[in-house]
């Protein structure tokens, strides 16, 4: 009689032994699977020299610009052209094909570039403080201060109004396109070829194949005026 009473839960038994098995087999298939990484080939040397080169003449007709950029040429044969930081410039092998002499190619490096110096200095502009008046820094020695609120405001005005817009005319540019036209402009370059390739820098626009592969654009900084 034990012995009928027993064999009810030996399938039980059994299917845990099985759950466990499945169970062992399943982990092991999740940590012993490959993580399937993007393979984005490299383009010919021919490319990728021509683009290293015109990029560096580029580069060093600007030397105080504070931009150091390295030029990644992928094999890929729609235009393409984007930045994920302030250093890595990306363009595809199509785009360099497409451009029909070294100043076009020039052109729309310098296009790029200004759009990586432009969101470098719009960034660096974020940190800066807001003035702040000497008498809002507290009581003097002896205890007594010349803060006078009233008087703050008006002078915060004064400065909102006159001498923050006068210092923002000294500033660096930050458009991109005056930021291209300067470096062409330094380089060599006719600054009008920016006029020239801009085709070409709209349809490399509407591509962001490497882009996805790669993680992505970089996002511009917001900045308010």
């Known amino acids: 009689m034990r012995a009928i009473r027993l064999l009810p839960f030996l399938p039980l038994f059994a299917l845990a032994g099985c759950a466990d098995v499945l169970c062992d087999r399943s982990v092991n298939g999740m940590v012993n699977k490959k993580i399937k990484t993007p393979e984005v080939s490299a383009a010919s040397v021919e490319s990728s020299a021509r683009v290293d080169t015109i990029g560096r003449q580029v580069l060093a007709g600007s030397p105080f610009l504070g931009a150091d950029v390295s030029f990644q040429t992928i094999n890929q044969p729609e235009p393409e052209l984007f930045h994920r930081d302030a250093q890595g410039l990306f363009i ?3 785009l360099v094909n497409k451009c029909k002499s070294n100043e076009q190619l020039a052109a729309v490096l310098a296009s790029e570039i200004g759009r990586m110096v432009s969101e470098t200095r719009l960034t660096e502009r974020m940190r800066l403080p807001e003035p702040m008046p000497a008498e809002a820094l507290g009581n003097k020695l002896d205890g ?3 803060f006078d609120p009233p008087r703050a405001m008006e002078l915060a005005k004064f400065e ?3 001498r923050r817009p006068a210092e923002k005319k000294m ?6 396109k005056t ?3 300067g470096l062409l402009k330094d380089s060599g370059f006719d600054p009008k070829l920016l ?3 801009a085709p070409l820098l709209r349809e490399a626009s509407k591509n962001q194949t490497i882009a996805k592969q790669l993680g992505g654009r970089g996002d511009a900084p917001r ?3």
């Open 92 to 94: 595809s092998e199509g």
């Open 144 to 146: 007594t201060t010349d």
């Open 160 to 162: 909102k109004d006159a």
């Open 223 to 225: 900045w308010s005026n």
């Open 171 to 176: 500033w660096a540019s930050a458009d991109p």
């Open 195 to 197: 006029d020239e390739v």
């Open 179 to 181: 930021i291209a036209k």
